[in-house]
């Protein structure tokens, strides 16, 4: 069964630092999402992305990130200049249809 | 935008029980309602969904309620198992990003 990739699973940084998380949404899926959860809070929408273009972003989602379909199956989101309050699980998905998730990257900001 | 309010925040029922999970959404547009389960370190998966020309649904052991007018809907769960245990989400969406409730935590005991 097709499947959300992410890398890494993990990733530490230094306040300050740009991080870049990385996606491979399922091939024939259109629409691609980052959402990030905080430990033990709900799962928050940070941005949509359709027809290689922002279709949706919410407060989150500041000038300090960006989102890139750089080519035809990774969808990548950076994060200029870290923060403490950044730490948590990113998690990037896709849909057609049904919202299928991202097994998620852990960030840690110190 | 949308507000999700999901109760209760934790429910722990004895195996063989039903849980009941509730939620409620402010915008009478959205039309479209999943359910996440979230096993602890894992990505959300989607378990079930309703969409808004559909009173209820089930599928197996899981059913989804919709009530469009009191703009309520809820996760019921018969017969749980230990394996069930884990945080659910419901979701509410209008397009195609979700708003999630909060989470309900569900432990079931052996």
């Known amino acids: 069964e097709p499947e959300v990739t992410q890398t890494p699973s993990h990733q530490v940084t230094q306040m300050g630092q740009e991080v870049i998380l990385r996606c491979v949404p399922i091939s024939n899926h259109l629409y691609f999402y980052w959402y990030r959860q905080i430990l033990g809070q709900k799962v928050e929408f940070l941005v949509s992305?359709?027809?290689?273009?922002?279709?949706?972003k919410s407060e989150i989602f500041d000038d300090q990130f960006s989102v890139e379909r750089p080519d035809g199956s990774n969808f990548t989101l950076k994060i200029r200049s870290t923060k403490l309050e950044d730490s948590a699980m990113y998690f990037c998905?896709?849909?057609?249809?049904?919202?299928?998730f991202g097994s998620g990257t852990q960030l840690s900001v110190l | 935008g949308e507000n999700v309010e999901q109760h209760p925040s934790t429910l722990s029922v004895q195996e063989g029980d039903s849980a009941v999970i509730k939620c409620t959404y402010s915008?009478?547009?959205?039309?479209?309602f999943p359910w996440y389960k979230q096993e602890l370190g894992k990505r959300p998966q989607l378990i079930i969904d309703?969409?808004?020309?559909?009173g209820e649904k089930k599928d197996q052991r899981i059913a989804v309620t919709l009530n469009k007018t009191a703009k309520h809907f809820s996760l019921h769960i018969t017969e749980t198992q230990p394996e069930d245990s884990a945080v659910y989400f419901c979701?509410?969406?209008?397009?195609?990003?979700?708003?999630f409730g909060k989470g309900t935590m569900l432990l079931v005991s052996p």
């Open positions: 309703i969409r808004s020309n559909v």
């Open positions: 998905a896709s849909s057609n249809e049904k919202l299928f």
């Open positions: 992305f359709y027809n290689n273009e922002i279709s949706e």
């Open positions: 979701a509410a969406s209008r397009k195609s990003t979700l708003t």
């Open positions: 915008d009478s547009a959205s039309n479209y």
